[in-house]
């Protein structure tokens, strides 16, 4: 997989722009707030119709206009295809696979697969469950389509239930139809859980080794699911915590409030770990992510860096570098000094100014 090229009309910064991209390494190089994150969230937005700050579509248009448009063009197993985003601020977003309109996310979402690396990736070790739940959702949701149709239900599910929670306070004969809900509930829960539990297991697979070698043979690095209910008792508990539920007026079970440990040799370094530990812990994962992308979509992800390379010594720099391999990757930073003391083969350089791109 590798993306050609890519448009942007009224996106962000960029009025207009067009970019090639080599099939290598690309750098896209400036001062901050110039827009260079800016076309690394439209090729996310391209893979999985959603940005990767959580902005709304009204949010990315650009100042002044009522619509903006993102045209990805990808190459896949010889294959060309085009990707039309239309976003606009009254209406969601309308997507064209080779000119035509698809009704469903799902039917994008496997099309591209990206991995995107920040510095926010970097602390999704110590920030709190919902980063860590985000990261997983987020990769299963590109590669199994089965589970962004069971979260996508399982969430509006829970959206209603809370809404019908509320309503008891002021018409408590409704409570009788919690049962209904608390059935589906259960229904798509469980899948969700079964899945998250395979991911785990796939995900053990790839990062011990990769950890064991980033740590210089230190450190083993293993995640644990937690889920905040099993299978097995999970329906018990949702009948158990109904009053509780009515009490708070929110639905306190279930794969919502799930939550991954990452342990190095016994220790749990989202409590006790060092800054250095939890940093290594992340860059272990989105590694992992690159090779799990390899093992179960059967492809190559596009590598996306936002200017990560920064927050990272020297070791880490070279581990990732020399881990990118053969595929394609589009890397931000302020300077081109890190990779030239790296000796690293540059493919592609733009110096990105203002929303304007130039190639050098």
Known sequence: MIIKSLELANFRNYESLNIEFDRGTNILFGDNAQGKTNILEA???????????????????????????????????????????????????????????????AELLGLLNVVFFSPEDLSI????????????????????????????????IVNQRNKLLKDLFMNPDLKDTLNIWDSQLLSFGSKIIERRQLFVSQLNDIIYDIH??????????????????????????????????????????GPHRDDFAFIVNDVDIRKFGSQGQQRTAALSLKLSEIELVKKIAKDTPVLLLDDVLSELDSNRQNYLLNSIGDIQTIITCTGLDEFVNNRFEINKVYNVTNGVVESK
């Open 43 to 105: 090729i996310f937005l391209s893979s999985t119709t959603k940005s990767h700050k959580g902005s709304k579509d009204q949010d990315i248009i650009k100042f002044g206009y009522d619509e903006a448009h993102i045209r990805t063009y990808l190459e896949k197993e010889d294959i060309e295809y085009k990707v039309d985003m239309h976003l606009r601020k009254s209406k969601s977003k309308g997507i064209a696979i080779n000119g035509q309109k698809i009704k469903k996310a």
């Open 125 to 156: 070790i110590k920030n709190g469950p919902s980063e860590r739940r985000r990261f997983v959702d987020m990769e299963l949701c590109q590669l199994d389509n089965f589970y962004l149709y069971n979260l996508n239900h399982y969430n509006k």
């Open 212 to 253: 064991k070698k980033l740590s210089g043979g230190k450190e083993e690095l293993i995640i644990k699911y937690e889920p905040e209910v099993t299978i097995e008792n999970y329906e018990s508990k949702l009948r158990i915590n109904q009053e509780r539920d009515i009490r708070l007026k929110q639905t306190t079970v």
